[in-house]
């Protein structure tokens, strides 16, 4: 396990340094969405309302807002706050056991003796033991101010959360203000049937059976073939479309210089392709006029177009000679 926190715990002069971990983790099958029609992964991205760029998680900052008008808290600002600085855990007060209302309790921690010595953390263990209570303390964790109970769990001390009091809904329901007569006979039999049901209990014998359906129904498409490869849906394509974009725009720059290298080669590079693509009419019988007079005037004269086919026609017959000599 990895600590995910470092601070003290402080009652009266006495201070325990620990280490906070984690006490619980997610082993549900991670699932995330893919479009219906070729399995390709779906990603939600953080986007600016002004500009309609994507934002970097780094360049994110929090604000609240009161329906008018937007406080931006930067970094800075939250990191400034006296309680986000602290690194105590400080004890309140220790109460009995049973006041603790199992509603309320949250997320819980391991805590672990962080120094040479553990004297401190298992003496303030064994009086918890002894004394049946539980302590009350306060603490921040990830920018915000924790309410937790510290109690013992075999040789570890546990940090758990608990909920604000204004956190807890008050259960109201109309229907049991109404006066319900139950039968001594019915108690007793309700009584007999709990009896049957009664073992202590063992979270090992217990298990997600979602999960192992989902995971088996999972393994089943993978033995049956019915996958999709991860390289061709995913991240791996984009890397891969992006390189033929970056191979085009290559493409597409060295067209530009090179069409712009032969336009300031001068009107002679122009004059040269033109005559080259007007190889079928000899300047001579054009009166010495470029290609593109002679083609003004092949326009303003319709009727001269046949003698022009003619010559074209009689062209061929002169390459197979010069190709026969």
Not at 7 to 33: I, R
Not at 201 to 220: H, N, V
Not at 249 to 265: D, H, I, K, T, Y
Not at 293 to 311: F, G, I
Request: glycine fraction near 6%.
């Amino acid at each position: 396990m990895r600590s995910i926190w470092k601070g003290a715990l402080t009652f009266g002069l006495v201070n325990v340094p620990v280490k906070v971990y984690s006490a619980t983790e997610d082993h549900d099958v991670p699932l995330h969405q893919v479009h219906n029609a070729d399995g390709g992964r779906i990603r939600y991205q953080r986007i600016c309302e002004i500009d309609g760029e994507v934002v970097p998680y780094a360049d994110i900052d929090r604000a609240y807002d009161d329906g008018e008008q937007t406080v931006v808290l930067t970094k800075e600002d939250l990191a400034s706050l006296p309680s986000e600085r602290s690194r105590e855990i400080d004890v309140v007060e220790f109460v009995p056991s049973d006041q603790i209302d199992l509603l309320t309790l949250d997320k819980a921690y391991y805590l672990e003796p962080d120094s040479s010595s553990p004297k401190s953390y298992v003496l303030l263990r064994k009086t918890l033991e002894q004394t049946d209570r539980t302590a009350i303390v306060r603490f921040s964790l990830r920018q915000k101010t924790r309410l937790a109970a510290l109690r013992v769990r075999g040789d570890v001390l546990v940090l758990q959360t608990l909920l604000w009091a204004d956190e807890v809904r008050e259960a109201t329901f109309p229907a049991l203000d109404e006066s319900v007569r139950i039968s001594a006979k019915e108690l007793e039999m309700s009584a007999s049937l709990v009896e049957s049901f009664s073992s202590d209990f063992d979270p090992e014998a217990f298990t997600d059976e979602y999960q192992e359906e989902l995971r088996t129904l999972i393994d089943a498409k993978l033995e049956k073939g019915d996958a999709l490869d991860t390289s061709e849906t995913f991240g791996e394509k984009a890397e891969k479309e992006g390189g033929e974009v970056i191979d085009l725009m290559e493409a597409l720059r060295a067209s530009v210089e090179r069409s712009r290298a032969a336009r300031g080669g001068g009107s002679k590079t122009s004059d040269d392709d033109a005559g080259r693509g007007d190889t079928k009419t000899p300047a001579k019988k054009s009166g010495g006029k470029s290609a593109a007079a002679k083609k003004d005037a092949d326009e303003k004269a319709p009727a001269k177009k046949a003698p022009a086919k003619k010559t074209a026609e009689k062209k061929t017959p002169a390459k197979k000679s010069a190709k026969a000599s």
